[in-house]
RNA sequence: GCGGGUGUAGCUCAGCUGGUUAGAGCGCCAGAUUGUGGAUCUGGAGGUCGUGGGUUCAAGACCCAUCACUCGCCCCA
């Protein structure tokens, strides 16, 4: 480390930055609390076996990704690389099977190990929901319904694409997948290095695959849909039309896929063509298997999350804050009476500042670049008359105003 | 983890085929204006040219390594 530097991955957040981001999270909760979700806070870093267990241990988030360490107590330790698990666990350690359904809204950094790029950070940001117990389509409707809301409340939702597939349940699931290994197995010799291993690890994953070649022989594959069972079918005709009554649009993507085990029937992504190389937005689906593999009761799950930094990115830039008010004292006597002046404002409910240091005209000078919307002058002949001179930084003209009175002033101006 | 690009002042950048004291604009500080800002003018501060090696009489420029950012792959939000 020759210079103090940021961990790589890592950025500060200030000003316009740091504004963004509130907004999105602000902005996402509110939406989400009209679906009613209320928030969930888990910890930062679990026990990494709750990561291990849920996310699979060939996925490349847990095999290469996970800032994992062990505590002074000798427990092995990782900084949450995605919220859903810590939100599963929470739900099994806290009794919270009680009350279902429950709908919780998250938010908070993440951490994955990965090499960085624009919208991809080592500690980045999510917000997601979960709605768990509910067995029904409507659930993923409500789901996917409230992220497009949300979207759409951040005024993004014209730059985003609904992608929209299913996995089916279980039955059809293994069924489609010993067809798919079947018919790739026979054109292996085709398939590129990377998709040789998924064959091992991850077949479904092949479907998604970049590479012409493996395309190719993609595009000849068993289709999904045909291995879907009735129910299956019906339970995706369920979720299509409700999207259609609410009129959000999708786009079936038969190539969309989730690679963990427990996920099953929904799967969808919100996708940009403006953020380059990473075009996932918002992007979820339906784990009913999560719960009961991390050792709880069996509890059907749906939700979705989002990365904060890519939405940040593509955002209208949020309203500055309130224009403040400069309160300038002249000369010692005034100093005390500008900190109470101050004080009483800022009560009152008005942005103040009041520098700290120089005279009138250095004064003026840092209110006119804090953008302050009057500057509240008071020195010697003010204090004497219990008095103010309130001026107009935008039109430049003054007037004095009984100290009492310029709350009410301020106030009626703006 | 793999492949490509970039790295000069707080910011945006210039710096010719290596040549002597590294520049501009914006921003910052101060003064013109010791109770009145925005404009203008004047002056000033600020750079081990990402870092470390190497080649050369001479390196901001060339070579190697390293760090960071960036684009794509992998993976994913």
Redesign the pocket.
């Known amino acids: 480390m020759?210079?103090l530097?940021p961990?790589?991955?890592?950025h500060d957040l200030l000003g316009e930055d740091a504004r963004r981001h509130r907004h999105v999270v602000e902005t996402a909760l509110a939406t989400a609390a009209r679906y009613g979700f209320s928030e969930i806070q888990t910890p930062i870093f679990e026990f990494t076996e709750v990561f291990a267990r849920t996310l699979g241990e060939t996925?490349?988030?847990v095999s290469k990704?996970m800032y994992s360490f062990t505590d002074r107590g000798g427990e092995t330790i990782t900084l949450r690389p995605?919220g859903t698990a810590g939100v599963a666990r929470a739900l099994i350690s806290g009794g919270l099977t009680q009350d279902l359904p429950l709908k919780l809204f998250y938010q908070g950094p993440m951490f994955?190990y990965?090499?960085?790029?624009?919208?991809?950070?080592r500690q980045?940001h999510?917000i997601g929901v979960e709605l768990l117990g509910v067995p029904a389509p409507q659930a993923d409707i409500e789901v996917i319904t409230v992220g497009a809301d949300i979207l759409d409340a951040l005024g993004i939702f014209d730059g985003v694409v609904l992608e929209l597939n299913t996995l089916g349940d279980t039955e059809s699931r293994e069924a489609y997948r010993t067809a798919l290994v079947d018919y790739l197995i026979g054109h292996k010799d085709g398939l590129s290095e990377?998709s040789l291993r998924?064959l091992e690890v991850?077949p479904l994953?092949i479907l998604d695959?970049?590479?012409e070649g493996d395309r190719a022989i993609v595009a000849n594959a068993p289709s999904f849909g045909d291995y879907l069972n009735a129910a299956s079918q019906d339970f995706y005709g369920t979720v299509k039309a409700g999207l259609e009554a609410v009129g959000v649009p999708y786009r079936q993507n038969d190539r969309l896929v989730r690679?963990l085990d427990y996920y099953c029937h929904t799967a969808y992504?919100f996708v940009t063509d403006r953020l380059?190389?990473?075009?996932?937005?918002?992007?979820g689906g339906r784990y009913d298997g999560l719960v009961e593999m991390m050792g709880g009761p069996s509890t059907p799950g749906v939700g979705w999350?989002?990365?904060i930094?890519?939405i940040a990115m593509m955002i209208e830039a949020p309203a500055a804050p309130a224009r403040p008010v400069a309160v300038i004292p002249?000369?010692e006597e005034a100093a005390i009476a500008a900190i109470k002046l101050s004080h009483d404002l800022r009560k009152a409910g008005i942005a103040v500042e009041m520098g700290y240091s120089?005279?009138?005209?250095?004064r003026?000078?840092r209110?006119?670049?804090l953008g302050a919307s009057h500057?509240v002058?008071l020195?010697?002949?003010?204090l004497e008359n219990g008095v103010a001179?309130v001026?107009d930084?935008?039109?430049?003209t003054?007037t004095e105003i009984a100290l009492g009175k310029i709350g009410d002033h301020l106030k009626a101006e703006v």
């Open positions: 020759a210079k530097q961990v790589r991955g890592t996925s490349d988030v990704e995605e994955r990965e090499r960085p790029q624009k919208g991809r950070q980045f999510q990377d998924r991850n994953r695959s970049k590479d690679g992504e380059g190389a990473q075009g996932t937005v918002m992007a999350a989002a990365g930094e890519r002249v000369g120089g005279n009138l005209g250095k003026m000078k209110a006119n670049k500057a002058i020195g010697e002949t003010e001179t001026r930084l935008d039109s430049g003054q």
